[in-house]
């Protein structure tokens, strides 16, 4: 088991700055990756950004160059640092692990982001 919070959601301005924090827990020797998803009302889950075992990070398209994903030296934390937010950024945020060999998917409750003037 594998137990994931998330913090550091609010409200921002167009062109301002949040880091959301993931704090993991449990079996964290087992992870294989971890991300952020976050999903808008009546929209799909999207990747946003993840990070493998070996530290090569990933991102979606729409967030590169803005974007940046990070973790503590134990790999018990993973960071989303988002700069010049715009409002299509605007959803809940959710960290996520993916554990053993059959990489099993553990969330977090989700953080909500939301950006507009």
């Known amino acids: 088991q594998v137990q994931l919070v998330e913090s550091g959601g609010g409200l921002v301005q167009p062109g301002g700055s949040l880091r959301l924090s993931c704090a993991a827990s449990?079996?964290?020797?087992?992870?294989?990756?971890m991300g952020w998803y976050r999903q808008a009302p009546g929209k799909q889950r999207e990747l946003v950004a993840a990070i493998t075992s070996g530290g090569s990070p990933n991102y979606a398209d729409s967030v590169k160059g803005r974007f940046t994903i990070s973790r503590d030296n134990g790999k018990s934390t993973v960071y989303l640092q988002m700069n010049s937010l715009k409002p299509e950024d605007t959803a809940v945020y959710y960290c996520?692990?993916?554990?053993?060999?059959?990489?099993?998917?553990?969330w977090g409750q989700g953080t909500q982001v939301t950006v507009s003037s």
């Open positions: 449990g079996s964290i020797r087992s992870i294989n990756a």
């Open positions: 996520n692990t993916r554990v053993g060999v059959l990489s099993y998917n553990y």
